[in-house]
């Protein structure tokens, strides 16, 4: 299969984080994955993740603070939306640890429904 040039361009700058939106298999996940290869990655596709962090959102954070000083990057949560607590989360590590985040998904009406923590000005939407 061919690769389209995709005309995106994300830098982001210190310390900000972002949510990227956009139709299914428009490929964010491949373009995450090839501007950003030494970035924490979390798939909440894979069912396995998916039902780790279901079940107890705090994971994320037991997780990226055993990671903290190996961490480049922004970290990346691809289909954001399928865990809408991870937020919470999120939004703590934003304001305590400082990191930063892409936040991936292809349905932000799923979270403003579920009335998720949107990060309030914490997260931009590109």
């Known amino acids: 299969m061919d690769n389209i040039q995709r005309y995106?361009?994300?830098?982001?700058p210190q310390g900000k984080?972002?949510?990227l939106w956009g139709?299914?298999?428009?490929g964010k996940s491949t373009?995450?994955?090839r501007h950003f290869?030494?970035?924490?990655?979390?798939?909440?596709?894979?069912?396995?993740i998916y039902l780790d962090?279901?079940?107890k959102?705090?994971?994320l954070r037991q997780e990226l603070i055993q990671k903290k000083s190996s961490i480049s990057g922004p970290v990346i949560i691809d289909e954001v939306q399928k865990i809408p607590a991870v937020l919470d989360e999120v939004h703590w590590m934003i304001e305590n640890m400082k990191l930063s985040f892409i936040l991936c998904g292809s349905s932000a009406r799923k979270l403003k429904r579920g009335q998720a923590n949107l990060l309030g000005g914490r997260a931009m939407a590109v």
Do not use: G, Q, W
């Open 23 to 26: 139709a299914r298999k428009t």
């Open 37 to 48: 290869p030494k970035s924490v990655y979390f798939d909440f596709l894979n069912h396995d």
């Open 57 to 59: 959102p705090s994971l």
């Open 8 to 12: 995106l361009k994300m830098k982001l």
């Open 17 to 19: 984080s972002v949510f």
């Open 53 to 55: 962090f279901i079940k």
């Open 31 to 33: 373009f995450l994955r």
